[in-house]
């Protein structure tokens, strides 16, 4: 998936002076050998390979409609995540009763909320983050969480690379509230359209920046999205390289 030269025209024009990004699905994804060791507390045998090979599969599960926001946080986040992770159970062709997986979901949850266990680094996502500083741009963290991103961020020495990490369980505010995105550019001293939000929710990430005048680009590697009202890139690697490109 990748933007048209117009839109990509459209998308980078004016030059930003920052970028803010979304963290599951964008920068970083499931760890299937976390994931699978949490599993294992709970005495269920899970494949770390076929974990993350159920990405697709459960993100097609988890697309969202058009004109409908996404909500993971109305008790948050904790019904969401423990529903995905038993779906990533099941996806993964996990052996075990419905009990016993419903006992490991719950599990892989409550130590996902101790170590975050979205942290697989996306293919050429730490390259890009450092070409884009080398251009001069300001990177940023917008994301919905739990509390632990800035923390995981730290632990696969991607934290350097951001000015600033906005957590919403940290900050109070959840994408798409315009508030969370008016403090990501107070704390990087810049106004709306100096800015572009990059991330893979249609409603928290594109509807919720464009509100507040942030242009916005959809991370959408399975072509989920046709619909989107912003310009789609199958990762933050194709991103870079037509930003970096469109200033040439």
């Given at each position: ?19 803010l990004f979304d963290a599951g699905f ?77 006992a490991a979901a719950a599990t892989i ?81 810049i106004g709306p359209a100096e800015a ?53």
């Amino acid at each position: 998936m990748a933007a048209s030269y117009q839109e990509a025209t459209l998308l980078f024009k004016p030059w930003p002076r920052a970028i803010l990004f979304d963290a599951g699905f964008t920068l970083t994804f499931h760890d299937g050998a976390r994931i699978a060791a949490y599993a294992a507390k709970a005495g269920v045998t899970a494949d770390a390979s076929a974990l993350e090979a159920a990405e697709r599969a459960l993100r097609q599960e988890l697309r969202e409609t058009d004109g409908v926001v996404m909500r993971t946080h109305h008790d948050g986040g904790f019904s969401w995540h423990q529903h995905m992770y038993r779906r990533l159970l099941d996806l993964a062709g996990t052996p075990g009763a419905p009990a016993s997986l419903d006992a490991a979901a719950a599990t892989i949850l409550s130590e996902h909320r101790l170590s975050n266990a979205w942290r697989r680094i996306g293919a050429g996502v730490r390259e890009s983050l450092e070409r884009l500083r080398a251009a001069g741009l300001k990177l940023a963290v917008v994301s919905n969480s739990e509390g632990t991103i800035e923390q995981m961020l730290v632990e696969i020495d991607l934290r350097p690379l951001f000015e600033t990490v906005l957590d919403s369980s940290v900050v109070g505010f959840t994408k798409p509230d315009p508030r969370i995105y008016r403090l990501a550019l107070e704390r990087l001293g810049i106004g709306p359209a100096e800015a572009i939000m990059v991330g893979d929710s249609p409603s928290a990430d594109v509807d919720g920046a464009q509100a507040v005048g942030i242009r916005a680009a959809l991370i959408d590697p399975y072509d989920f999205y046709p619909w989107s009202r912003a310009p789609r890139f199958s990762d933050v690697a194709a991103l870079t390289q037509a930003l970096l490109a469109s200033r040439a």
